[in-house]
């Protein structure tokens, strides 16, 4: 059985720094695709970014995070997000998503792309 499960969420100000990480158990394939997604009240579910772990691409879901944002895999069944000069805008629940299949021959961004996923860490950040 995979459990995923994410940390590092909090509240922070405009301009301010928060580290995500996100551990899988239960993982049975060490090529996989983790990512993380963001989700606010009444929008859909957003990539955000994603990297699989037989590579050192990474893979941004939107412009707005480039640079600012950065994914790194720390081994075969974790993975961070570093989130520099964040703002108001980047408030959501951020979710950790795994597949099986690795992140160049999926649809990285598209959520129907990944099998589990972890309950979410919520990031606020304030103006």
């Known amino acids: 059985q995979v459990r995923v499960v994410e940390s590092g969420g909090g509240s922070v100000q405009a301009g301010g720094s928060l580290r995500l990480s996100c551990a899988a158990s239960?993982?049975?394939?060490?090529?996989?695709?983790m990512a993380w997604f963001r989700q606010v009240p009444g929008k859909e579910r957003e990539g955000v970014a994603a990297?699989?772990?037989?590579?050192?691409?990474?893979y941004y879901g939107d412009s707005s995070v480039k640079g600012r944002f950065t994914v790194s895999r720390d081994s075969d069944t974790s993975v961070r997000l570093q989130m520099n000069a964040l703002k108001p805008e980047d408030t959501g629940m951020y979710y950790c998503a795994v597949s099986y299949q690795l992140c160049a021959v999926i649809s990285h961004s598209n959520p129907n792309a990944y099998s589990y996923w972890g309950q979410g860490t919520q990031v606020t950040v304030s103006s």
């Open positions: 239960g993982i049975t394939d060490s090529r996989n695709c």
């Open positions: 990297m699989s772990s037989t590579s050192t691409w990474q």
